[in-house]
């Protein structure tokens, strides 16, 4: 007997019951993730109250385990997309003081905010901005990312309704919302360690795990994370044993 469809797939973006699934998301859901207090207690990082529509999403609550997990004493740590309080990298950095952390972010304000961010509560945290990989040198054992993966055209219409707009590069994932991912996808291994790990969380709600298989290519899938009712998967990718050129030519 087939297993029943994932609850998230049956309120997923385009079905009937996702506009109701989007609301009390967004109500209910965004004053848990707006509470300081309760950012306090899940990832140990201080931060301002701001009058502001939340401090974290769905797929940070998902990743802020595994990724801890994942780093051994002395990695190197790299997240793309860190957004504007940095806190997923203030979470490593808080939990495995001897890693060396790096966080990257599209937008110059939200770096230096996440730098503001860091220094606030006393961790190191190297902030730089960037267009995913274009500034970043060097080679990581974990690189961790929540990239943009809301459809446009979802994410448009969606933001035309919010009390907190935000730019369209926190959200915006192009036409079918895995732009982004499938150009970070092809760039990672440049930056990837022999041993390294990607974590990358997509969300049920907007794509089902076949489309996003469908574009991991030659990534072996080593792990996948899941938190009851919360529509992210969580991605732990190694590279194949294909010799990867770090100039970005693959042989």
């Known amino acids: 007997m087939p ?5 998230w797939t049956r309120f997923g973006a385009g079905t009937p019951l996702g506009g109701a699934a989007e609301f009390l998301f967004r109500r209910i859901g965004s ?18 109250a701001q009058n502001r529509r939340t401090h974290w999403d769905m797929a940070l609550l998902a990743i802020r385990g595994p990724v801890l997990g994942a780093v051994t004493p002395g990695a190197r740590v790299l997240e793309v997309g860190t957004g504007d309080l940095g806190l997923l990298s203030l979470h490593v950095a808080r939990h495995r003081p001897d890693a060396r952390v790096m966080a990257v972010d599209i937008s110059g304000p939200f770096v230096e905010n996440a730098r503001r ?8 945290v190297e902030f730089l901005v960037s267009d995913l990989f274009a500034s970043v040198e060097g080679v990581f054992d974990v690189i961790v990312s929540v990239l943009p993966y809301v459809p446009r055209a979802w994410g448009a219409a969606s933001a035309r309704h919010s009390r907190f707009p935000e730019p369209d590069s926190v959200w915006d994932g192009g036409a079918d919302g895995l732009d982004v991912v499938r150009r970070f996808l092809q760039d990672a291994p440049r930056h ?6 990607v974590l990358l969380a997509t969300s049920d709600f907007f794509h089902p795990p076949e489309a996003v298989r469908a574009e991991l290519g030659d990534y072996q899938i080593t792990e996948v994370h899941r938190l009851a009712l919360n529509p992210t998967r969580l991605w732990v990718l190694e590279q194949t044993m294909r010799k990867v050129d ?5 042989p």
């Open 246 to 250: 770090r100039s970005g030519r693959s």
């Open 192 to 197: 990837l360690a022999p041993t390294g790990k």
């Open 31 to 48: 004053r848990l993730r707006s509470s300081p207090w309760l950012t306090r207690r899940l990832f140990q990082v201080d931060v301002e």
């Open 117 to 124: 961010m860091a220094q606030r509560n006393g961790l190191h």
């Open 3 to 7: 297993h029943p469809p994932p609850l």
